[in-house]
């Protein structure tokens, strides 16, 4: 297992970014919200997996959005694109070598909507700037049994008018448990 995550987790080694103070929504209601809470909590002693108040609760990981950023083009050498940069953490619930990178990306794709169709989001380089150098310095780090690590992923915007959509999947069935959505104006 430990070569799968790692395997995964290496080719995208360069293309995390930083952390932001930018609010996340999340895209239900508060009586929706109330009502999957109490379905929620049933089914964690399930083991049943499901997504609430901005945290994907899957087998082996829960992984929190804390916080998202937009960083317009320009703002940085190199840029090639406007990106949404997103702080999360991961808490490992396995003895499995689980880490941030890897956690993040079985719980969550990124979305924006077009026309005729919800377009991937691609993940982009990390910001070439001082506040997002130590996502670089634990990306891959093992989060032990029971403990978090908090970190970032950037994702590359088709446009900047355009609300991203998390969307929080089954890490085994691929079964959809949620989504929030992320004003990017």
Not at 1 to 7: D, L
Not at 45 to 67: F, M, P, W
Not at 76 to 98: G, H, P, R, S
Request: charge should be negative.
């Amino acid at each position: 297992m430990k070569k799968v995550y790692f395997t995964i987790a290496l080719p995208v080694l360069f293309l995390l970014t930083g952390c932001s103070n930018e609010p996340v929504e999340h895209s239900q209601n508060s009586d929706v919200s109330e009502m999957r809470s109490s379905v929620a909590r049933e089914e964690v002693t399930d083991g049943k997996q499901y997504l609430e108040n901005k945290t994907a609760y899957l087998r082996d990981v829960n992984v929190t959005i804390l916080e998202s950023e937009v960083i317009p083009m320009g703002t940085y050498e190199y840029q090639e694109n406007a990106q949404l940069v997103i702080t999360y953490e991961v808490k490992n619930k396995t003895n499995e070598d689980i880490n941030p990178l890897y956690g993040y990306m079985i719980a969550f794709d990124a979305f924006q909507e077009e026309e005729n169709a919800l377009k991937r989001l691609d993940v982009g380089p990390t910001p070439y700037m001082n506040k997002y150098d130590w996502a670089l310095e634990t990306q891959l780090d093992i989060i032990k049994k029971d403990g978090s690590l908090k970190n970032i992923i950037a994702y590359d915007l088709r446009d900047t008018e355009t609300p991203v959509t998390l969307i929080a999947s089954d890490d085994v069935s691929g079964d959809y448990l949620g989504e929030i959505i992320i004003h990017v104006k």
